[in-house]
């Protein structure tokens, strides 16, 4: 136990400052296409990267092409969840905040339809899922963050994150067995 | 359920290196890309002294981690290399004045002189005696000390406070939720006080003995004769609580 808590070491910061500095134009680029505001991007950025410093184990687990997709997903969903916040200011101070409704998640029909299936349906059938349920999924099973980071990355209680996920399955499989896809056949 | 995960996961994983390869072709934009290089020049240096904060902040944290975790592993230990308790030799200190229980038997108010289990129970490493249908008190000095021939034997559950001389054997008990109850052993058949007005019964111990019963504001006692002798168990809480600690009442000498 002492051993582990030697081993991760102070490198850690070393090892962001060189994915950072490795990958900035996707990690900017990716932040500015979302937030479409450079000072926005830049705090979006920052938030990823301070944030990455409790993943650097799944960090340095990752072969490179899926580390930058990570990174660029982990910037994807902080630059999202600023433009929500940021939106969110904006509908409060106008008084038409919007509660998020959790619903029973049932998810059953899921467990019949997955096993059968190719992964481009899948794809498809994610891209078919609203944003919000879409990003929950990514973080949880791409991102591999666990419900108490997610809640707090989306503004959310883990009870909520949870019910958001299984909501977001279930109507993955929903649109899996009605044959649905992201171009919208559903 | 992990088959299905794993093509999430993989779905998933292949939708995001598909995002990034086109933002990799939206970066040949030179107006994106310049925009993402200006931004990179401007808060470079910020957000690398940021990251280096974080590494001195973890380092403290990680001295601070360790050295909790030495405190615990030292405080496991200390905890390991104790010997095992003996819980019906456990010493307790007693509380000074008179004891607590005031059963309705005029022997019992007098006022009657604890004498500490302390006073002859040595605290010993050896392991307590286990129990069986005659119980064998084997570290002595409180097997002396109790002079009667019956006694508690579930030493788990009834921690003893402390025994009181007289013309019959008293021993002071409290349980594990903190009721107080008092076993009397009488040498010789004997009728005990009884609270006015206690709702008196008949019932039949687990060894099938009669005992009388008696339950009132004051609390509940159970009476029966073995072998020539009185015996009786008094307490506080409910007329079960006492009836368990009769059922745990064996012969040990």
Not at chain 2, 32 to 40: E, I
Not at chain 2, 193 to 218: F, M, N, R, W
Request: charged fraction near 20%.
């Amino acid at each position: 136990m002492l051993f582990l808590l030697l081993v991760d070491s102070p490198q850690d910061a070393d090892f962001l400052s060189d994915l950072y500095q490795t990958y900035y134009r996707l990690l900017y680029g990716q932040a500015l296409c979302v937030l479409r505001n450079a000072q926005d991007a830049e705090d979006a950025v920052s938030t990823a990267m301070i944030r990455l410093t409790s993943k650097i184990d799944v960090l340095r687990s990752l072969p490179c092409n899926k580390l930058e997709a990570y990174l660029v997903i982990t910037v994807k969903n902080t630059a999202i969840n600023a433009y929500r916040q940021r939106k969110r200011r904006v509908a409060r101070s106008a008084g038409t905040v919007e509660d998020l409704q959790v619903s029973d998640p049932g998810t059953s029909p899921e467990h019949q339809v997955f096993s059968s299936l190719g992964v481009e349906r899948v794809k498809n059938a994610i891209r078919a899922l609203p944003q919000r349920e879409q990003q929950a999924l990514m973080m949880r099973y791409f991102q591999q963050l666990t419900d108490d980071e997610i809640a707090r990355d989306l503004g959310l209680k883990p009870v909520s994150v949870r019910a958001l996920i299984s909501r977001g399955r279930a109507r993955l499989a929903e649109i899996l067995m009605q044959g649905g896809d992201a171009d919208g056949q559903t | 359920m992990a088959k299905h995960d794993d093509l999430l996961e993989q779905a998933l994983a292949e939708i995001a290196m598909e995002e990034t390869n086109r933002l990799k072709a939206q970066l040949h934009d030179p107006a994106l890309r310049d925009a993402a290089d200006s931004l990179y020049v401007r808060h470079r240096s910020r957000l690398l002294a940021k990251l280096q904060a974080r590494k001195k902040r973890r380092s403290y944290t990680r001295f601070f981690q360790l050295a909790a975790s030495v405190l615990l592993v030292i405080g496991a230990w200390q905890v390991f290399k104790q010997p095992v308790k003996d819980m019906l030799n456990k010493p307790v200190p007693l509380t000074s004045g008179a004891p607590t229980f005031v059963p309705a038997t005029p022997a019992l108010l007098e006022t009657p002189t604890l004498v500490p289990a302390t006073a002859t129970a040595a605290p010993t490493a050896s392991p307590s005696p286990e129990p069986t249908a005659t119980l064998t008190l084997a570290p002595t000095p409180l097997a002396d000390a109790w002079g009667g021939t019956y006694f508690v034997t579930s030493k788990e559950k009834y921690t003893l406070k402390g025994l009181v001389p007289g013309t019959m054997h008293r021993a002071e008990f409290t349980d594990a939720d903190g009721n107080a109850y008092t076993f009397a052993e009488y040498p010789q058949p004997t009728l005990p006080s009884i609270e006015k007005g206690a709702q008196l019964q008949y019932v039949h111990l687990p060894d099938g003995t009669v005992a009388l019963t008696a339950e009132g504001p004051q609390g509940a006692q159970v009476i029966w004769d073995v072998d020539g002798r009185t015996l009786s168990v008094f307490t506080q809480a409910s007329l079960n609580e006492a009836l368990a600690m009769a059922g745990d009442i064996q012969k040990i000498k």
